[in-house]
């Protein structure tokens, strides 16, 4: 519940035109009229002006008797309450991504154990930070802030707690000698880069700050810090990180978290990791969901070092299935399996950058792809010689799964009269047809086992981004071709029973209503 008097200061400012800065600066002003005056209060406006005037504070900017009302409310608040009006100020400015407060026990669960605290951008935390600190009087915290007023004001709302500030600068190797016991961090996430990387395997600056804060833990040190998602799952620098991380820290814990949480700041998937000194052994994998702002903790896995080796990444989504009561038994069954490279052509869609209409080459979009089936009849057009799309033309039977977008999708091709490609945003697997029925890897990719297979390889916890290498290495069941054939059959009658019963239903629905609407008028 937020507090009323927090709204009132907030309707006067808005009075005096002020901006977040402005705001913050007003209470900046007010401690130190404080100060100066030993905890009294200045008796009217000119006095806290007069004063305002000596010390080291910029004038104030507006209206001279309703900063004076300002100062008073101010100056009644604790403390406490002003670290609580601060993060107020910074939340409605919609830009400063706030932590919740449900997130805060998991991020701070490990405070009790430590005898030194770090904690970069502390004005991302709520007034729980303040408590917490209170709360540890044999703790001493180091945190840092960045913005150029709360570093003023932040020391002496927190000058009479164990806590110390220091340099804000976590992305530089040299911004501090000290170890910490434990390390808590919500780097800056997105698209900004280092210029210069130094000895840095990226020049993402979450992932610099996640290798830099680990040169700072003690022999018994903990970094918790959250990074996205894609450190899980991502190439490149993602992968060199992951396996330095491995090979020279332990993992203790990966935590997938919603999407959700730091909405409406922003909205990105992220992974909450802890990580120790010392040998990776067994790793705790845990996935949290949001349900009426509250974290709930929905799958929790205990899997060993060489299990993570083995997966070649720290998605979460793989962890879970791979150890899924029902993709064991289908890994356990004595049915023949292989990589889908062995047995097909996996290639991406094109990217088509014009379409045209009438032209001479259609493309099936995601859009087009139904339960039933392909829609050819609405499939987008392109201008383009054949020559330069031979690589990409579909044959009948090859098999089309999204590899983007907000769901899985598979279908299976027919041969059509115009030359007909996927667009990028499908992979297509041309399967070796005396190996593997097109039909027969579409109903077991659709299936409870397939569905989940797929989803373990998605690069992302909410939007579809399956890598094609990634489907070559997926393992299906091959039996013998007269099985496959068999099954495939079953499921074409059923088809083919379906489509007749929903196009009966429609043509007497269509009939029905045509009827009514006669007998209106």
């Given at each position: 519940m937020i507090n009323t008097k927090f709204w009132e200061l907030a309707s006067l400012e808005r009075g005096m035109n002020l901006n977040?800065?402005?705001?913050?600066?007003?209470?900046?002003?007010?401690?130190?009229?404080?100060?100066?005056?030993?905890?009294?209060?200045?008796?009217?406006?000119?006095?806290?002006?007069?004063?305002?005037?000596?010390?080291?504070?910029?004038?104030i900017k507006g209206d001279e008797k309703l900063f004076y009302e300002v100062y008073k409310r101010i100056n009644e608040m604790s403390n406490k309450t002003l670290v609580e009006y601060v993060c107020f100020v910074l939340s409605q400015e919609r830009t400063s991504v706030i932590v919740p407060d449900f997130l805060f026990p998991l991020m701070?669960?490990?405070?009790?154990?430590?005898?030194?605290?770090?904690?970069?951008?502390?004005?991302?935390?709520?007034?729980?930070?303040?408590?917490?600190?209170?709360?540890?009087?044999?703790?001493?915290?180091?945190?840092?802030?960045?913005?150029?007023?709360?570093?003023?004001?932040?020391?002496i709302l927190y000058k009479d707690e164990n806590v110390e500030f220091i340099s804000p600068e976590i992305y530089t190797d040299a911004f501090t000698l000290k170890k910490f016991d434990l390390i808590v961090s919500f780097p800056i996430m997105g698209g900004r880069e280092l210029k210069s990387s130094g000895d840095f395997i990226s020049r993402e600056l979450s992932f610099i700050a996640a290798?830099?804060?680990?040169?700072?833990?003690?022999?018994?040190?903990?970094?918790?810090?959250?990074?996205?998602?894609?450190?899980?799952?991502?190439?490149?620098?993602?992968?060199?990180?992951?396996?330095?991380?491995?090979?020279?820290?332990?993992?203790?814990?990966?935590?997938?978290?919603?999407?959700?949480?730091?909405?409406?700041?922003?909205?990105?998937?992220?992974?909450?990791?802890?990580?120790?000194?010392?040998?990776?052994?067994?790793?705790?994998?845990?996935?949290?969901?949001?349900?009426?702002?509250?974290?709930?903790?929905?799958?929790t896995r205990l899997i060993f070092s060489d299990e993570l080796e083995e997966l070649n990444a720290w998605n979460v989504d793989m962890v879970f299935s791979v150890t899924d009561e029902t993709v064991l038994a289908y890994k356990n069954s004595t049915v023949k399996k292989a990589h889908i490279n062995e047995v097909a052509e996996v290639f991406r869609g094109k990217a088509i950058t014009e379409k045209a209409e009438g032209g001479n080459v259609s493309v099936v979009n995601i859009s087009n792809i139904s339960d039933i089936g392909i829609d050819y009849a609405n499939l987008e057009t392109i201008n383009e010689e054949e020559r330069k799309v031979a690589r990409y033309l579909l044959q009948d039977g090859d098999v089309l799964?999204?590899?983007?977008?907000?769901?899985?999708?598979?279908?299976?091709?027919?041969?059509?009269?115009?030359?007909?490609?996927?667009?990028?945003?499908?992979?297509?697997?041309?399967?070796?047809?005396?190996?593997?029925?097109?039909?027969?890897?579409?109903?077991?990719?659709?299936?409870?086992?397939?569905?989940?297979?797929?989803?373990?390889?998605?690069?992302?916890?909410?939007?579809?981004?399956?890598?094609?290498?990634?489907?070559?290495?997926?393992?299906?069941?091959?039996?013998?071709?007269?099985?496959?054939?068999?099954?495939?059959?079953?499921?074409?009658?059923?088809?083919?029973?379906?489509?007749?019963?929903?196009?009966?239903?429609e043509s007497a629905w269509k009939a029905i209503k045509a009827d009514v609407q006669k007998k209106l008028f």
């Open positions: 977040p800065d402005e705001t913050l600066y007003d209470i900046f002003r007010t401690l130190k009229i404080k100060e100066a005056l030993k905890g009294k209060m200045a008796r009217d406006p000119y006095e806290a002006l007069e004063i305002l005037k000596k010390v080291d504070a910029p004038y701070f669960k490990y405070v009790s154990d430590a005898e030194t605290v770090f904690v970069n951008d502390c004005d991302k935390y709520g007034v729980e930070l303040y408590d917490l600190i209170s709360a540890n009087k044999n703790t001493t915290f180091y945190l840092t802030v960045k913005n150029d007023i709360l570093s003023k004001l932040l020391p290798q830099n804060l680990l040169y700072h833990l003690t022999t018994s040190g903990k970094l918790v810090i959250l990074l996205p998602a894609k450190i899980g799952f991502g190439s490149g620098d993602a992968e060199v990180l992951r396996h330095y991380i491995s090979e020279n820290y332990k993992v203790d814990e990966i935590s997938s978290l919603p999407s959700r949480v730091f909405y409406p700041y922003m909205s990105i998937n992220t992974y909450l990791l802890t990580i120790s000194t010392g040998a990776t052994e067994n790793i705790c994998v845990k996935k949290y969901d949001l349900d009426d702002k509250k974290l709930i903790e929905k799958d799964i999204t590899t983007k977008g907000f769901s899985i999708k598979v279908a299976v091709f027919e041969k059509q009269p115009r030359m007909c490609i996927a667009s990028s945003n499908l992979c297509v697997i041309r399967t070796q047809s005396r190996l593997l029925n097109g039909t027969y890897l579409k109903l077991f990719l659709e299936s409870e086992v397939g569905i989940k297979l797929l989803k373990s390889l998605q690069r992302g916890t909410t939007i579809v981004n399956i890598n094609y290498q990634d489907i070559c290495q997926l393992e299906v069941p091959v039996p013998l071709l007269d099985d496959q054939i068999e099954v495939v059959n079953e499921y074409k009658q059923g088809l083919n029973l379906y489509v007749k019963t929903i196009s009966a239903a």
